[in-house]
């Protein structure tokens, strides 16, 4: 559990399991009493495999909120007593930096329209046309979470590692170099990658994608999207191996124009940081790649056997 202090407000990142009772009266009070919403519209059956947000003053429940898997912020809450203070915008603050954290790179939420201006103000923007919820006129609005341009390490591998290296990658205007020992399928092999990747490719003629690997065999035995844009894109995304190097100590890498770096150290799965915009920081793991890059070349698997 982690939590911060917002003026008298506590917040702290909880599970159902072990503040189901105070999530639950809270939301009962402003939910189901105050506006009337069903009780088996409330109770929805996703608080098991939410991230909850839970705001106390002097231990009592005051505010909540929740985010689910795919990013969807909801069940904010404040007691009446307690609104007027920011800590609804507090309880918004935590769910999206906790969205950052766990490599989603967008929220999005179903905000009543009355409460549209305060979302708006958090840097939500509207979605399509205003619809009715539990009898209630909402609309839909997202927002990125800036994923992708700000420092982070304890990154976990290999996710959100592979969250951080879409972002990443999707933000990048001239430049991707990938180093990996085998193109780990779990981070490199998915399709919001392989788009990001193409889009750069095909962006301009002196747009180029470089990728690095020493041990090819998992990519041809199991086939991988990365292999197959090198070979629709050969002038474009270039696919090269890599025998020995002693300077290459097992770095798992994704460095985007000449600024950003993603990198997970080889002991660690817990280690990797990305820095989306340091030059300076860019610097060291540029040399690197470049380095090892003069010391590879084509293999002939990448051309010949068939996807």
Known sequence: MSSKTTQTLQLALVDWETHREALRALREVVFIVEQGVPRDIEWDGQD???????????GLPVACGRLLPNGKIGRMAVLADHRGHGHGAAVLDALI???????LDSVFLHAQQHAADFYARAGFSPEGEPFEEA????????RDTGLGRVYANGIAYPE???????????NASREICI?????????????ELAAALS???????QSRVRILVSDYRPIIQRGHRLLALARRLPSSVILQQLDEHPDWKGETLVLTD???????????????????DSRARAERYRDLFEELWRHSGPHVEFRSVPL
């Open 97 to 103: 930096g906790a969205a950052r954290e766990r490599g």
């Open 179 to 191: 180093l990996s020992h085998d193109l780990d399928h779990r981070v490199f092999d998915n399709s």
């Open 135 to 142: 009898g209630i006129p909402h609309i839909a609005m997202r």
């Open 160 to 170: 959100p590692f592979a969250r951080w290296a879409v972002a990443l990658c999707q």
């Open 199 to 205: 889009a750069l490719a095909r962006r301009a003629a």
């Open 48 to 58: 098991e495999h939410a991230l909850h947000v839970l705001g106390t003053i002097d």
């Open 258 to 276: 000449r600024s950003g770096v993603l990198c997970k150290p080889a002991e660690s799965d817990q280690a990797a940081f990305c820095e989306p």
